[in-house]
């Protein structure tokens, strides 16, 4: 069994169900199934039903929410449960990205407890981690990664993390048009790895990097044995680009056997 790569499309607050079935009837004629990948798209909460719909004869595809409760019901004005996602096709959730963290002001206590839900419901928690540029400059990029990861590893039990996944993105290269090189991506990756391991977690779950991934640099990011996947926001928005992106991606490197726990 090989390792297959992970090629996660962040929509944001893109694409509406109509735009969606446009993307995916143009995608579906450029791309097809390839054994050694898999292909998770989140896109908005009223878009879930027609992206699982659209791709339902495609097994490599995966769908995920962009952000869900802790709680599976109850007076959250605004809010979207974890039940109610998967009912409409959801497998899978971004828990903490950078965007939730810094503009709606999500807190690492929160995306500790969305991740539990998550995992409690069957769900796939994609966790995101990643210092802000101040934080970076100011050399607190481990301190932070290792305080964020270190929120959730309090609240699961070790063998939790056979079923989750997590991103590394760096915040100062989201939407920027700065990716962090394949050198500092891959150390962080590994920092990640030898702190859950000195805390008795086994990391046979992938950890992608996300921000700024494109056409261009989706190469020389992928032949690091350390990452597994991308996460990608403003290149995966327009399909022609995106089929592109996962192709180049793809010929990156022959992955080292092995599989994961958590990615079917
Ligand atoms: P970007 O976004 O690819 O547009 O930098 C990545 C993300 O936010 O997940």
């Known amino acids: 069994m090989t390792r297959p790569l992970i090629f996660a499309a962040n929509w944001k607050m893109h694409h509406g169900p109509a735009e969606t ?3 995916a009837e143009r995608f579906l004629a450029l791309n097809a199934l390839a054994e050694n990948r898999r292909l998770w798209f989140f896109p908005a909460a009223v878009s879930i039903a027609t992206l699982a719909e659209a791709f339902r004869a495609r097994r490599d595809v995966a769908v995920g929410a962009q952000n869900v409760h802790w709680e599976p019901k109850g ?6 449960s974890i039940p109610m996602v998967m009912e409409v096709g959801a497998r899978l959730t971004l828990v903490g990205h950078s965007e939730r ?3 709606f002001g999500e807190t690492d206590e929160q995306v500790a407890r969305k991740t539990r839900a998550a995992l409690a419901a069957g769900m796939t928690p994609l ?7 101040a934080e970076r400059d100011g050399g607190r990029t481990e301190q932070v990664i290792v305080r964020q990861i270190g929120a959730v590893r309090q609240t699961l039990d070790p063998g939790d993390w056979a079923r989750v996944v997590l991103a590394y993105e760096p915040v100062w290269a989201i939407g920027t048009g700065k990716n962090a090189t394949p050198d500092d991506a891959a150390q962080i990756h590994e920092l990640i790895r030898m702190d859950l391991g000195r805390n008795g977690v086994t990391v ?3 950890i992608l990097y996300g921000g700024s991934v494109n056409t261009g640099n989706v190469a020389s990011l992928l032949t690091r044995p350390q990452i ?3 996460l990608v926001g403003g290149a995966s928005l327009d399909p022609d680009k995106w089929a592109e992106l996962v192709e180049t991606g793809s010929r990156a490197k022959v992955r080292p056997s092995g599989g994961f726990t958590s990615v079917e």
């Open 21 to 23: 079935r446009r993307f």
């Open 101 to 103: 963290r810094h503009l």
């Open 228 to 230: 597994d996947g991308v």
């Open 204 to 206: 046979r779950f992938p």
């Open 127 to 133: 966790v995101c981690v990643g210092e802000t540029l």
């Open 75 to 80: 007076a959250y004005t605004g809010g979207i």
